[in-house]
């Protein structure tokens, strides 16, 4: 069994920061790719950044691109989310995903449903 665990988020006004942070654990020795989503109030979850298992390669929505930065361990199943220039349309709760069942080029594409290992989220509340 796979267990992933966010920590982070809150309230900050418009311009502000937050950094979010996630762990995955339950497999010894494997490495997985992982990423950020989110989900507003009466809308579907969508994709927000995802790396691959080493951590050489980000990459972002075109929403958050230039605001926020992932990064993740290479030794651990680590990540965080740094998010700078936070806008009122960035409410959310924000969920950690972790995934070792398909290339990353295919995660990034992937349907939120179609991934397993999922933390409990996140709240995300930007002030304006």
């Known amino acids: 069994h796979v267990r992933v665990e966010e920590s982070g988020g809150g309230l900050v006004q418009a311009g502000g920061s937050l950094r979010l942070s996630c762990v995955a654990s339950?497999?010894?020795?494997?490495?997985?790719?992982m990423g950020w989503f989110r989900q507003a109030p009466g809308k579907e979850r969508e994709f927000v950044a995802g790396?691959?298992?080493?951590?050489?390669?980000?990459s972002y929505a075109d929403s958050v691109r230039g605001r926020f930065t992932i990064s993740k361990n290479d030794t651990e199943n680590t990540i965080g989310l740094q998010m700078e220039g936070l806008k009122p349309e960035d409410t959310a709760v924000y969920y950690c995903?972790?995934?070792?069942?398909?290339?990353?080029?295919?995660?990034?594409?992937?349907?939120?449903?179609?991934?397993?290992?999922w933390g409990q989220g996140t709240q995300v509340t930007v002030s304006s």
């Open positions: 339950g497999r010894d020795g494997v490495q997985y790719t």
């Open positions: 790396i691959n298992w080493s951590g050489t390669s980000p």
């Open positions: 995903n972790a995934d070792n069942s398909r290339s990353f080029r295919d995660y990034v594409k992937s349907l939120p449903s179609s991934l397993a290992y």
